[in-house]
């Protein structure tokens, strides 16, 4: 019985609930599955890494409820066959047997069928899935490269509150004509300190293993990423350097350069959020070192840098 119980917590019903409860409850996990699982396909590209990482772990916890679900309905069938064995079997007599083989194939029948079309439907949805993923492949590989990718670390949020950046990338391509596609994100982190913990961790992954143009800042985040080195000294960038003011210009030492250089520039809040469809109090914008398209990331700060000396 100690087994059934875990079965039960899996599941989160309390121990010995009945075989309805048991199915209600499936049923309702089965639903929160699939609309997760519509989530996954639907954010695709966007999703982070740790973002796949909880939806991977999403998926095999559902897998573990699957087979307590599937445990307790056999154990379910198990109790039931013994009691009826008990109470109807015994007046058939010498075609007790009988009766009983043939009771226990019809039950066995039963709860295989309704594992065999779970199974069917879980096959069907994940080629349904793996078909629409070869397809956003498709899609993706048709357009055009990206020209900068940015990255938002902080406390930022979209104007609608939705994961929907494509406005975002929009008011960049704005900035040059010479742009097709640009490639936005954000990374929330809070500003209160109580829960920073765990979404720092999340910018820590996405910073290590996303190696993204420019990064939008706000004082927290610059201050927690920007003394790492990891940022480009503009003051050595020619295009920049003369647009740099001591206004703009926001000033630190690293750990290898103890030198006061200038690795990004600080951006009027309210222009930011007339110019693109995003919400934080203030805008710090670096280039990363290792920057795959450095010449366009200089060129999108040079461009938000002529934005600010018109403010």
């Known amino acids: ?55 991977a772990e999403a998926a095999a916890q559902f897998a573990e409820i699957t087979n307590a679900f599937n445990r307790i309905l056999d154990y379910e069938n198990q109790v039931y066959a013994e009691k009826f064995n008990e109470q109807e079997y015994g007046k058939y007599r010498k075609l007790s047997t009988t009766a009983q ?18 199974a069917v439907v879980l096959i069907v949805y994940g080629v349904i899935a793996f078909i629409d993923k070869q397809e956003e492949k498709r ?68 910073v290590a293993s996303e190696f993204e143009d420019v990064y939008v800042m706000d004082e927290f985040m610059l201050q927690w990423f920007g003394g790492q080195g990891g940022l480009v000294d503009l003051e050595t960038i020619p295009n920049l350097k003369p647009l740099l003011k001591e206004e703009n210009s926001k000033k630190f030492a690293t750990e290898e350069d103890p030198t006061m250089r200038t690795y990004a520039i ?29 010449d366009n990331a200089f060129l999108l700060l040079e461009q938000l840098l002529k934005l600010n000396e018109k403010r």
């Open 1 to 55: 019985m100690e087994d059934m119980n875990k079965y039960y917590e899996i599941m989160g019903l309390p121990a010995a609930s009945s075989k309805d409860e048991v199915e209600k409850r499936y049923d309702l996990l089965l639903k929160r599955e699939r609309e997760r699982q519509k989530t996954e396909q639907r954010l695709g590209q966007y999703l982070t890494a740790t973002e796949q990482m909880e939806h």
């Open 101 to 118: 083989k043939f009771d226990h194939f019809w039950r066995y029948y039963k709860v295989h069928t309704i594992s065999a079309i779970l």
């Open 139 to 206: 899609y993706l590989a048709s357009l055009p490269p990206v020209d900068v990718s940015v990255t938002f670390l902080g406390n930022f949020a979209t104007k609608d509150n939705d994961s929907n950046y494509v406005p975002i990338n929009e008011a960049f391509l704005s900035l040059s004509s010479n742009w097709q596609r640009f490639d936005a994100d954000i990374v929330y982190v809070p500003p209160d300190e109580m829960s920073q913990v765990a979404y720092l961790q999340r910018a820590l992954v996405v």
């Open 266 to 294: 600080k951006m009027d809040p309210k222009l930011m959020m007339e110019k693109f469809p995003i919400l934080g109090r203030d805008f710090y914008i670096g280039v990363r070192v290792n920057a795959e398209r450095k």
